[in-house]
């Protein structure tokens, strides 16, 4: 009970149903036999008895005709399945259903006519009917096609089911089978069309071969391929002989313009001395002497020196001149011979390129002539080839056709045959008897229907309010963690039915015993700085058990030696002193309006240890002084006299007492009762208590189910044993004689509170 409370659940909580299913099962069950009985009888007086009429159609499976129409093969499986549910659907289309409407007598009748709540249908209408009303059932792996009609008249339900499966024989399979045959026949003559039309195109085919001298197809494409390589080589030389050609012309141009260019050549003053200094020795010394005297005068210096040397230099100038004057021709023809331009060499190759390029133009002129012809002789064969290769691929769509139209004459074949294997094996007709049981049937299931839908409807509704039915339940809605669980203490098993054995009863009490005193153990050792003396005991709504659980604390309590003092502070329904057995005296309001001292209200109960504070008589007064601070001076002096006071208030959610109370009390426990209490209005009460400061210490859950070892049982005290929670006490009331002290089966305390 201390643990965590864990995530909420999501979705539809499936435990939950299931004990709003415990709960209410009685009065579900109860209602649900009333209700189903009524349905049932209605059912039986008013539904009408209706027949059922059957028609049986065999759809025998049929042969699949090979490619060859040689073999036969059975249709597998998946194909039978798709032909018969073919037929269903042709059985079911408006196409039938009209026809058979359209039959003499069928519109006229009564259960096509008249409308269930009265009335007449129109065409449209009786149409629709029928639709909906016709039921066709194809079973997997069976050749039968059961058609069935269901209304209260057999006679004419019989007709009008026959009138459907006869629009179905003679309009959909006769006028099937009339439709192929004559689809059949065109389908024959236009493969006598196709075969006349590849016999013309393959006689074409043989003219136009012998006209070309072409070959078959295959072979003159072989042909045609050495041609074109043969062509692509004779290109490849003539463009090779027009390549030179075109060389060679252009080192003629070159050999002439270099011929022509050496006869106007003029070499420089400058070209014709260096060529004379290397090859006339003369020339070379004159040419020296001068530059030797020209540096002899200049060193001299003075205008005297200079004229001295001139005269010399002018005469060895004179005679430069003249050798190259005499020598100036044959210079000249020594500087062409040094830049290789010989005329007559020249001249000579030039000749020679001339001769050559007439032997290339000759030789590109017989590859130019030869590829012509070749290319010619390729074109011819191309044309002949192309109308070879259309009528070859005419023949073969025609070819292909021909084969196209002897699978659908096959195709139909094997639909005419299919068709002649559906026929009728049973017209309509309704079975002996069948209207009763079907009638007893539809009372059955009426009946258990709504017993199903009342019982679980109700637990439903009871779903839908959320009551606590674990301590789970409590943590996860309120935030709340539970401190304790009480047994049921309603002295009856069974759901109420049958009353509790004496050893369910002392199960019971032990197992409260126990339980309480965890309770009594968690508040002594609570992890709060200051200890515990200040319990308030309070619940959400009324009959959630907060009186049982604040009477058997107090005595818990008692029972461990310590003074405490039970206080009964629901004013609006006084519930402690009947649980304890003691009178109703004066107590908590007139201790407020100062009536009486204080001890004159705290009275000594049987139970050892334990004393009693009543609520007293209430009235306007002592409402207004539970919100004064007189209220707290009574607790404090109270603190002074007893180890723990308990103070049982009234609910959280109809009065305000449990929080004016509460300000004055160290921790607060909410009673939650198993099966009665809200998870929405304990979470409620839980916000409210701390809204106001209350400081809450967990839930308490009443009402569940006690787990004892065998040991518990043998060594617990008997009946008559001493313990102050369930000894027997002679002063007190019959209420607690059952129980003892503290212990009150059959009473459900807060009897005035409305949950």
Known sequence: PWADASAKKEGFDLGGFMHSLRRR?????????????????LVWLLVPVTHEAQVLIRVRRPENISSLGQTNQRMTGTEFELFKQTQVDLIRSPFVINMALR??????????????????????????????SLKIKAPENSEIVVLTLRDRDAKEVEDVLNA??????????????????????????????????ILTKTKQKIDTAQRT???????????????????????????????????????????????????RYKPSATQVKMMLRKTNGEYAAIEQSLVELKLAATESGGLGGASAFQSQI?????????????????VIELLKLERNEDPQDMQAQLALFQQQKRRVDARAAELDEQYNGLEATIANLNKANAELTVLEYEIISLAKLEEKLSQDIEGLELQISQNNNIHVIQPAQVPAGSSFITNVFQVVGAWILTLCCTLFGIAFWDFLSKRVNTTKDVMDEGELRVIGALPMLNGRRAGGLLPMSSGMRRSVEIGLSRAIDSIRTALYYSKRKDPIEVVLVTSALGQEGKTTVASQLAVSVARSGRRA???????????????????????????????????????????????????????????????SPELKNIIDELRSRFDMIIIDTGPALTSPDSMLVGQYADVAIISVRRDVSR??????????????????????????????RSSEMTSAAPAASRDPQIESAEPVAAAT???GVGTSFDLDDDSADVS
């Open 25 to 41: 099962y009685l009065l579900g069950l109860g209602l649900g036999f009333l209700l189903a009985s009524l349905v049932a009888l």
């Open 103 to 132: 039959k003499e007598g069928i519109s006229q009748k009564r259960i096509v006519q008249q409308k269930s709540w009265g009335g007449r249908r129109d065409s449209q209408e009786q149409y629709e009917w029928l639709a909906r």
């Open 164 to 197: 459907v499966q006869l629009s179905y024989i003679k309009e959909v399979v006769g006028e099937e089978r009339v439709r192929q045959a004559n689809t059949k026949k065109d389908l024959a003559n236009r493969l006598r069309q196709i075969q006349d039309e």
């Open 213 to 263: 001298g072409a070959q078959e197809l295959g072979e003159n494409n072989t042909r045609l391929s050495l041609l074109r390589d043969r062509l692509r080589s004779l290109g490849l030389d003539k463009d090779r002989a027009e390549l030179e050609a075109h060389q060679l012309e252009g080192m003629i141009e070159e050999a002439s313009f270099r011929f022509n260019n050496s006869r």
């Open 314 to 330: 002018s005469q060895l100038q004179s005679q430069l001149q003249q050798i190259e004057a005499v020598n100036k021709k044959q």
């Open 565 to 627: 003092l039970l206080i009964d502070a629901d004013v609006r329904n006084p519930q402690q002193h009947v649980v304890l057995g003691m009178p109703f005296h004066s107590g908590l309001c007139e201790l407020l309006r100062g009536d009486v001292a204080l001890e004159d209200v705290v009275r000594a109960t049987p139970a050892e240890g334990l004393w009693h504070m009543s609520a007293g008589y209430r009235d306007a007064q002592s409402d207004q002084h539970m919100a």
């Open 679 to 708: 998870l929405p209005k304990v979470a409620e009460a839980a916000e409210r208590l701390r809204g106001v400061g209350v400081e809450i210490m967990g839930a308490v859950v009443n009402g569940m189910n006690v787990d004892l």
């Open 737 to 739: 004689e059952a129980g």
